[in-house]
């Protein structure tokens, strides 16, 4: 069974940073690429990351580009998002989720139940 | 504002058609396929439909996508209250080299 369990949310102060770490398992976890995706409170889905199966390519949304950072661990299974200069904005819940390589449209195919972030002092 | 529109919200009754309509560019939709997802409260979202028109497995075939120029839907045929819930489209962006959301479209069955 596809699992993707998301950890390492919390308060935390604006200008503050965090790492969320994203544990998969029940697929080969290097065959696929891997995003991030947020929902803010009351709001819809954005995009924020993608990595590529091998990690050596990265697109960051706008709004957060220059301040977060996607890594992988493909020895260990796991995501990880780097997120500093935080802001009120980015609060919300982080999903990782699952992109198999080579699909038209880029679907992604497996989500996380969420890690919550909260950016306030 | 999201990048591809939705209708905010969507109703109808058991057994009744409900399509939820996604507008986006050439850049997006138009150059690239669609997928939806579904919320349902308190749930991670799941993949609906993907490369405009496929169902994953275990999808419902009262579920239908389509595509035509740069605009998408999603047809819900025969609708069960299990089907309340919000339905979002996405596709790929060349433009802004990531992915792009519609703003949500929640239904609910009267």
């Known amino acids: 069974e596809v699992q993707l369990v998301e950890s390492g949310g919390g308060l935390v102060q604006p200008g503050g940073s965090l790492r969320l770490s994203c544990a998969a398992s029940?697929?080969?976890?290097?065959?696929?690429?891997m995003n991030w995706v947020r929902q803010a409170p009351g709001k819809g889905l954005e995009w924020v990351s993608y990595i590529s199966a091998s990690g050596s390519t990265f697109f960051y949304a706008d709004s957060v580009k220059g301040r977060f950072t996607i890594s992988r661990d493909n020895a260990e299974n796991s995501l990880y998002l780097r997120m500093s200069s935080l802001r009120a904005e980015d609060t919300g819940i982080y999903y990782c989720?699952?992109?198999?390589?080579?699909?038209?449209?880029?679907?992604?195919?497996?989500w996380g139940q969420g890690t919550l972030v909260t950016v306030s002092s | 504002q999201s990048v591809l529109t939705q209708p905010p919200s969507a109703s109808g009754t058991p057994g009744q058609r409900v399509t939820i309509s996604c507008s986006g560019s050439s850049s997006n939709i138009g150059s690239n396929a669609v997928n939806w997802y579904q919320l349902l409260p308190g749930t991670a979202p799941k993949l609906l439909m993907y490369s405009n028109n496929q169902r994953p497995s275990g999808v419902p075939d009262r579920f239908s996508g389509s595509k035509s120029g740069t605009s998408a839907s999603l047809a819900i045929s025969g609708l069960q209250s299990e089907d309340e819930a919000d339905y979002y489209c996405a596709a790929w962006d060349g433009n802004l080299s990531g992915q792009v959301f519609g703003g949500g479209t929640r239904v609910t069955v009267l």
């Open positions: 029940g697929f080969t976890f290097r065959s696929y690429e």
């Open positions: 989720a699952r992109e198999p390589v080579a699909v038209a449209g880029a679907p992604l195919d497996y």
